[in-house]
């Protein structure tokens, strides 16, 4: 037996954390385990007294046997991740409009709603090609989407029809500013079952108001605060989960821990809510041009703050999905991901959308989708050379398609932040890691990896 080549260890003087982002295990050992884990990773031959141990290392991955491939194993995955395997993911823009006038926003928000003749489109084209995959994921984006509900519920009730008819799951998420989301609103959406929301509050109200205007420029954040705490109170149970992204300026780092502070009063230790924290970033449009000095450039500079977050029961469930394989790679990489706009233009990228390359087909009103000579072109983008790099597993040499087609260069996901600057925070919040039991205590495993299909960058 051999250590595994992909294990990253955090430790502290009270816990030992092993993640394995081929076997996308994350584990944190007890104090009275640190030794031990510490000399099986350094010798797994060794006959150790704690079996128990060694087996347990071994089910999770971090010691293998010494003909076992991991670079095979991973290569295989991120093909079938990036290739037409998963289910058919479609992001759904059913209107353009928008009710609010965000600062950083790259999108023109045309009066331009989905009509009959795109979402009859669309269930055609749905209908038609079902077969072909495990399942259907659905992601509503905008505009906001929420502007245009009625034609989220009609188009979502034919869907889910179809994949009833042939067997096959459907999931939905959205993605929103979540002003329109009241409790009344949310109870329909779960009807027609969105299970996983994305709703951006920028911090408090001073920088979230100064963000996120309504479109009359007035002020947001209390409505989106009070609907999120609603729907807390009035659905304690239930199978959903909602993420409070937010985007930074550097305004905002003087009062990234208030805000978590105030955050945990109301979501700390909820099953329901996590956080997503990320830059404000450049992508396209006049209004950025405003606040282009209050940019940051380096994710790092959250940390301190991201760990309090996590210390006060906040956990960060989509950054944990990260550490896997194809983890940090983006959904315009796979060949089984379109964005529909209310047209029935078809796209590649949900933040440039204006981009000429952006644009790779159209579907016609009989659902049959035409892509054009820029469709290929997004898998042809030549990947980091490093293929020796320990975290290729993550995104396999490529994150941003849009990033190398536009700049002609591959960035590094892990350029900001390190792996281990990722365990440093999961560790401290138990939604985020699992904990280390003997045999007679292990119950039903938990995992967050089904995060990864949610919300997409989206990211």
């Given at each position: 037996?051999k250590?595994s080549?992909?294990?990253?260890?955090?430790?502290?003087?009270n816990?030992?954390?092993?993640?394995?982002?081929?076997?996308?295990?994350?584990?944190r050992?007890?104090?009275?385990?640190?030794?031990?884990?510490r000399?099986?990773?350094?010798?797994?031959?060794?006959?150790?007294?704690?079996l128990?141990?060694?087996?347990?290392?071994?089910?999770?991955?971090f010691?293998?046997?010494d003909?076992?491939?991991?670079?095979?194993?991973?290569?295989?995955?991120?093909?079938?991740?990036?290739?037409?395997a998963?289910h058919?993911d479609?992001?759904i823009?059913?209107?353009?409009?928008?009710?609010?006038?965000?600062?950083?926003?790259?999108?023109?928000?045309?009066?331009i709603?989905?009509d009959?003749e795109?979402?009859?489109?669309?269930?055609?084209?749905?209908k038609?090609?079902?077969?072909?995959?495990?399942?259907?994921?659905?992601?509503?984006?905008?505009?906001?989407?929420l502007?245009?509900?009625?034609?989220?519920?009609?188009?979502?009730?034919?869907?889910?029809?179809?994949?009833?008819?042939?067997?096959?799951?459907?999931?939905?998420n959205?993605?929103?500013?979540?002003?329109?989301?009241s409790?009344?609103v949310?109870?329909?959406?779960r009807?027609i079952?969105?299970?996983?929301?994305?709703?951006t509050?920028?911090?408090?109200?001073?920088?979230h108001?100064?963000?996120?205007?309504?479109i009359?420029?007035?002020?947001?954040?209390?409505?989106?605060?009070?609907?999120?705490?609603?729907?807390?109170n009035?659905?304690?149970?239930?199978?959903?989960d909602?993420t409070?992204?937010t985007?930074?300026?550097?305004?905002?780092l003087?009062?990234?821990?208030?805000?978590?502070?105030?955050?945990?009063?109301?979501?700390?230790?909820?099953?329901?809510?996590?956080l997503l924290?990320?830059?404000?970033?450049?992508?396209?449009?006049e209004?950025?041009?405003?606040?282009?000095?209050?940019?940051l450039?380096?994710?790092s500079?959250?940390?301190?703050?991201?760990?309090?977050?996590?210390?006060?029961?906040?956990?960060?469930?989509?950054?944990?999905?990260c550490l896997?394989?194809?983890?940090?790679?983006?959904?315009?990489?796979?060949?089984?991901s379109y964005?529909?706009t209310?047209?029935g233009?078809?796209?590649?990228?949900?933040?440039?959308?204006?981009e000429?390359?952006?644009?790779?087909?159209?579907?016609?009103?009989?659902?049959?989708m035409h892509?054009?000579e820029?469709?290929?072109?997004?898998?042809?983008?030549?990947?980091?050379?490093?293929?020796q790099?320990?975290?290729?597993?993550?995104?396999?040499?490529?994150?941003?398609?849009?990033?190398?087609l536009?700049?002609?260069?591959c960035?590094?996901?892990?350029?900001?932040n390190?792996?281990?600057?990722?365990m440093?925070?999961l560790?401290?919040?138990?939604?985020?890691?699992?904990?280390?039991?003997?045999?007679?205590?292990?119950?039903k495993?938990?995992?967050?990896l089904?995060?990864?299909?949610?919300?997409?960058?989206?990211?």
């Amino acid at each position: 037996m051999k250590a595994s080549r992909y294990n990253f260890i955090y430790e502290t003087e009270n816990y030992i954390s092993v993640c394995n982002i081929v076997s996308e295990e994350f584990i944190r050992f007890p104090e009275e385990k640190i030794d031990s884990v510490r000399r099986i990773l350094n010798d797994p031959e060794v006959n150790w007294n704690d079996l128990e141990l060694v087996s347990y290392m071994q089910e999770k991955g971090f010691i293998i046997d010494d003909d076992y491939d991991e670079e095979k194993t991973y290569l295989k995955m991120l093909d079938r991740y990036k290739g037409n395997a998963g289910h058919l993911d479609l992001t759904i823009m059913p209107t353009l409009q928008c009710n609010f006038r965000c600062i950083y926003c790259y999108e023109s928000h045309e009066i331009i709603d989905m009509d009959l003749e795109t979402e009859d489109a669309i269930v055609a084209y749905v209908k038609s090609e079902i077969r072909k995959y495990p399942g259907l994921s659905i992601e509503w984006f905008g505009g906001e989407p929420l502007c245009a509900l009625e034609r989220i519920e009609s188009l979502s009730r034919k869907l889910i029809r179809i994949c009833e008819e042939n067997k096959k799951p459907y999931m939905a998420n959205i993605t929103s500013n979540g002003y329109l989301l009241s409790p009344e609103v949310f109870r329909r959406l779960r009807r027609i079952k969105v299970q996983h929301y994305q709703i951006t509050v920028d911090g408090l109200p001073e920088t979230h108001n100064f963000q996120k205007p309504f479109i009359d420029g007035s002020d947001t954040f209390e409505t989106v605060i009070l609907n999120l705490i609603n729907i807390k109170n009035q659905y304690p149970k239930g199978m959903y989960d909602i993420t409070i992204r937010t985007n930074f300026t550097q305004q905002m780092l003087s009062t990234a821990k208030p805000f978590a502070k105030y955050l945990s009063q109301y979501f700390a230790d909820n099953p329901h809510f996590n956080l997503l924290w990320r830059l404000v970033g450049n992508f396209g449009g006049e209004r950025i041009n405003s606040i282009r000095n209050l940019l940051l450039k380096d994710l790092s500079v959250l940390n301190e703050a991201r760990l309090f977050a996590s210390k006060l029961g906040l956990p960060f469930k989509i950054n944990r999905t990260c550490l896997g394989v194809a983890g940090t790679l983006c959904y315009a990489s796979t060949r089984n991901s379109y964005i529909i706009t209310p047209t029935g233009q078809l796209l590649k990228c949900t933040s440039f959308l204006d981009e000429p390359i952006n644009n790779v087909g159209f579907l016609d009103d009989k659902g049959n989708m035409h892509l054009n000579e820029n469709w290929e072109m997004w898998f042809q983008v030549e990947p980091c050379a490093n293929k020796q790099c320990k975290n290729r597993p993550t995104c396999g040499g490529m994150i941003c398609p849009m990033g190398s087609l536009k700049e002609g260069t591959c960035k590094c996901p892990w350029d900001d932040n390190s792996i281990i600057d990722e365990m440093k925070i999961l560790s401290e919040n138990s939604m985020t890691y699992e904990c280390y039991r003997h045999r007679t205590e292990l119950g039903k495993k938990s995992s967050n990896l089904e995060e990864r299909n949610k919300h997409g960058d989206k990211l």
